[in-house]
């Protein structure tokens, strides 16, 4: 068991031009590989053409887009390199396009004559029945002219034409302006109508002048819209067909997502190399995983070319694997640093349970991360929070704040409060000396071992023995030869001429470090103290619970005040528990300076079962 990342390894496949998508797509289904390229291409792979065909798609989409059908669920199988697919399925777009143009057009003037006969038909039939004749209204020309307005709710003109005749008439879903007057009069009316958002309203031709029968005409032409409309749907559903546009749509989302995220990587005129770092443990894994796929290809693990940082792994085990979240909010640990998921996997949830000791609590905990965590991953950590806390739970002898249900198998912690807190200070203190371990282990992995002899092993003895003087105050005089240690040893190490500048600089930074040592360790009473906590905020709930009369009464208080400790409490120690270790414990050695393996992002669409080279 190692406590340091591992090095990705530099890998370096060779596969034909038109494997080359189908490749990478399996390889970001594997989540298993970093793409980076280092070497010119002698036949470049047009990467630049490639996003110029995707504006102009871009540009198509947001002509046609709510046109299109829906891209199904898979991108075809053909094999080509990217240029050679993209530009066959702009051409497929470009040729649909030219067809469907007039197609689009005629649903959009359909669509539009249908909302203005819709809202007519609001008008005629929701109105307060104070229409003019609507044959009189609609043939005022030529000396006048008429107009209908869709008003916003708020919407109405602060000032209108003295001669022009307006009426507003008010129906549940709208408010409508009708007006007649000069030409010149409306067209200033319909400027400020515009202003405000009104919406003009076209009249049909040939409408009678009774409302009654107005709205039949409006009803038969709505029908007929609509006919029309699914009419030219069904052409363009053809053309869709005939063109293949609902898989030429996932093409393209396919090679946009290649485009955005594969580098342009080095290739000949029949051949590719995809470089890049990968997880897999041999070169077998990943050739097993293309020739799954039908594809194949030439593969080595190689030494990484100069220059380049290989991204660093966390190898832990299964169930430590959520822990990760706490060293990831730092960042990677550096190649000469320590991986600290497996102590945090064991100290996090004692924390967590020594403050949460309840065998109730901890199993809606527990419960509570077994069903969230398949749709929040990181919540898997409350599953081991909950094992602990139960455990805690028979020690203190609690089962949602009751103490005597069951014997304790240790304390109640409110009948010992010191002791509590002493466990506290004396589990910080234990894992603040193995951060210190961590810290003298780093510096031998980065061959700087005698340096922290010299200097860092002071710092170490004099925490030690001022730890061990609580017991035995003569340690004291061991504490003092720390400090010494580290004083001097930062003298030793500087040049001749700066010693005395050198040590006057360690005692100031030995006398800093010393008192964030022993401020992190107090800091960790707060462990016992939110323990002590719970416990009384519990016995608090027991005790509301049996001033009513009544067990339903009993109960009620019960199921609240549990819930309540539960969400609260839960919530407090869990932020607790992460502090601790972010800033008492990482501090003393993690620098988090690696650089992190980030495989290739998984496209949208679903693989092919099998990638076929095109006939």
């Given at each position: 068991m190692s406590l340091r990342p591992v090095a990705a390894k530099w890998f370096e496949m060779l596969v034909m031009r038109d494997d080359l998508t189908a490749a990478v797509d399996v390889l970001a289904r594997s989540a298993c590989v970093e793409l980076q390229s280092h070497a010119e291409p002698?036949?470049?792979?047009?990467?630049r053409e490639c996003?110029?065909?995707l504006e102009e798609f871009d540009t198509l989409q947001s002509r046609f887009g709510h046109y299109w059908p829906a891209r199904p669920t898979h991108w075809p199988d053909e094999r080509h390199e990217p240029y050679a697919m993209l530009e066959l399925a702009m051409n497929r777009l470009r040729a649909w396009s030219a067809e469907a143009v007039d197609v689009v057009d005629r649903i959009e003037m359909l669509r539009h004559e249908r909302d203005d006969l819709l809202l007519l038909r609001e008008l005629f039939g929701d109105g307060d029945g104070s229409l003019p004749e609507l044959q009189q209204f609609t043939s005022a020309g030529p000396l006048l002219k008429s107009c209908v307005y869709v008003l916003e709710s708020d919407a109405w003109p602060k000032t209108l034409p003295h001669s022009a005749i307006t009426q507003r008439i008010t129906t549940p879903g709208h408010n409508f302006l009708l007006a007649l007057g000069l030409p010149e009069e409306i067209a200033a009316l319909e400027d400020a109508l515009k202003m405000q958002k009104a919406q003009q309203i076209r009249l049909p031709d040939g409408l009678p002048g009774k409302s009654r029968d107005a709205g039949a005409l409006i009803n038969e032409r709505v029908d007929a819209a609509n006919v029309q409309i699914a009419e030219a749907r069904r052409e363009l559903t053809a053309l869709d067909d005939r063109h293949e546009i609902a898989s030429t749509l996932a093409v393209v989302d396919f090679l946009r997502w290649y485009v955005d995220n594969v580098p342009d990587?080095?290739?000949t005129e029949n051949?590719?190399?995809i470089t890049g770092w990968s997880s897999a443990p041999d070169e077998d894994s990943l050739v097993r995983l293309l020739a799954d796929a039908n594809i194949?290809?030439?593969l080595r693990l190689a030494e990484p070319p100069g220059g380049f940082d290989a991204?660093?792994?966390?190898?832990?085990?299964k169930w430590m694997r959520p822990f990760e979240m706490f060293t990831s909010m730092l960042g990677v640990p550096a190649a000469g640093e320590a991986d600290p998921t497996r102590i945090v996997a064991i100290a996090s949830p004692l924390m967590f349970g020594f403050m949460f000791g309840d065998v109730g609590h901890g199993a809606v905990v527990l419960l509570a991360g077994i069903f969230l965590s398949r749709r929040l991953p990181a919540l898997r950590l409350l599953i081991a929070g909950g094992v602990v806390s139960i455990g805690f739970g028979f020690l203190f002898g609690s089962i949602f704040g009751l103490e005597n249900v069951i014997r304790p198998l240790w304390i109640h912690p409110m009948e010992q409060p010191i002791l509590m807190l002493l466990i506290a200070l004396a589990g910080g203190a234990v894992l603040l000396?193995?951060?210190l371990c961590l810290d003298a282990m780093q510096a031998y992995w980065q061959r700087k071992g005698l340096h922290w002899w010299e200097t860092g092993a002071g710092l170490l003895l004099c925490y030690l023995a001022l730890l061990g003087s609580i017991r035995e105050p003569r340690l004291l005089w061991l504490a003092i030869f720390g400090g010494a240690w580290f004083v001097i040893g930062h003298a030793f190490v500087a040049l001749p001429g700066r010693r005395f500048a050198a040590s006057g600089k360690a005692a100031a930074e030995f006398v800093e470090t010393l008192l964030q040592l022993l401020v992190n360790t107090i800091s960790f009473v707060r462990v016992g103290a939110f323990?002590?906590?719970h416990a009384g905020l519990s016995l608090a709930v027991v005790g509301v619970a049996e001033a009513p009369a009544s067990l339903a009464g009993k109960i009620l208080i019960l199921v609240i005040g549990n819930a309540l400790i539960i969400a609260l409490e839960g919530l407090v120690v869990g932020i607790q528990t992460t502090r601790l270790v972010l800033f008492e414990f990482f501090v003393r050695f993690l620098r988090a300076e690696g650089r992190p393996f980030r495989p290739i992002p998984l496209p949208t669409s679903n693989s092919p079962e099998h990638h076929r080279r095109p006939s």
């Amino acid at each position: 068991m190692s406590l340091r990342p591992v090095a990705a390894k530099w890998f370096e496949m060779l596969v034909m031009r038109d494997d080359l998508t189908a490749a990478v797509d399996v390889l970001a289904r594997s989540a298993c590989v970093e793409l980076q390229s280092h070497a010119e291409p002698s036949a470049p792979l047009r990467m630049r053409e490639c996003r110029d065909l995707l504006e102009e798609f871009d540009t198509l989409q947001s002509r046609f887009g709510h046109y299109w059908p829906a891209r199904p669920t898979h991108w075809p199988d053909e094999r080509h390199e990217p240029y050679a697919m993209l530009e066959l399925a702009m051409n497929r777009l470009r040729a649909w396009s030219a067809e469907a143009v007039d197609v689009v057009d005629r649903i959009e003037m359909l669509r539009h004559e249908r909302d203005d006969l819709l809202l007519l038909r609001e008008l005629f039939g929701d109105g307060d029945g104070s229409l003019p004749e609507l044959q009189q209204f609609t043939s005022a020309g030529p000396l006048l002219k008429s107009c209908v307005y869709v008003l916003e709710s708020d919407a109405w003109p602060k000032t209108l034409p003295h001669s022009a005749i307006t009426q507003r008439i008010t129906t549940p879903g709208h408010n409508f302006l009708l007006a007649l007057g000069l030409p010149e009069e409306i067209a200033a009316l319909e400027d400020a109508l515009k202003m405000q958002k009104a919406q003009q309203i076209r009249l049909p031709d040939g409408l009678p002048g009774k409302s009654r029968d107005a709205g039949a005409l409006i009803n038969e032409r709505v029908d007929a819209a609509n006919v029309q409309i699914a009419e030219a749907r069904r052409e363009l559903t053809a053309l869709d067909d005939r063109h293949e546009i609902a898989s030429t749509l996932a093409v393209v989302d396919f090679l946009r997502w290649y485009v955005d995220n594969v580098p342009d990587l080095a290739s000949t005129e029949n051949f590719a190399w995809i470089t890049g770092w990968s997880s897999a443990p041999d070169e077998d894994s990943l050739v097993r995983l293309l020739a799954d796929a039908n594809i194949k290809a030439l593969l080595r693990l190689a030494e990484p070319p100069g220059g380049f940082d290989a991204p660093l792994l966390l190898h832990n085990p299964k169930w430590m694997r959520p822990f990760e979240m706490f060293t990831s909010m730092l960042g990677v640990p550096a190649a000469g640093e320590a991986d600290p998921t497996r102590i945090v996997a064991i100290a996090s949830p004692l924390m967590f349970g020594f403050m949460f000791g309840d065998v109730g609590h901890g199993a809606v905990v527990l419960l509570a991360g077994i069903f969230l965590s398949r749709r929040l991953p990181a919540l898997r950590l409350l599953i081991a929070g909950g094992v602990v806390s139960i455990g805690f739970g028979f020690l203190f002898g609690s089962i949602f704040g009751l103490e005597n249900v069951i014997r304790p198998l240790w304390i109640h912690p409110m009948e010992q409060p010191i002791l509590m807190l002493l466990i506290a200070l004396a589990g910080g203190a234990v894992l603040l000396l193995i951060g210190l371990c961590l810290d003298a282990m780093q510096a031998y992995w980065q061959r700087k071992g005698l340096h922290w002899w010299e200097t860092g092993a002071g710092l170490l003895l004099c925490y030690l023995a001022l730890l061990g003087s609580i017991r035995e105050p003569r340690l004291l005089w061991l504490a003092i030869f720390g400090g010494a240690w580290f004083v001097i040893g930062h003298a030793f190490v500087a040049l001749p001429g700066r010693r005395f500048a050198a040590s006057g600089k360690a005692a100031a930074e030995f006398v800093e470090t010393l008192l964030q040592l022993l401020v992190n360790t107090i800091s960790f009473v707060r462990v016992g103290a939110f323990a002590l906590a719970h416990a009384g905020l519990s016995l608090a709930v027991v005790g509301v619970a049996e001033a009513p009369a009544s067990l339903a009464g009993k109960i009620l208080i019960l199921v609240i005040g549990n819930a309540l400790i539960i969400a609260l409490e839960g919530l407090v120690v869990g932020i607790q528990t992460t502090r601790l270790v972010l800033f008492e414990f990482f501090v003393r050695f993690l620098r988090a300076e690696g650089r992190p393996f980030r495989p290739i992002p998984l496209p949208t669409s679903n693989s092919p079962e099998h990638h076929r080279r095109p006939s």
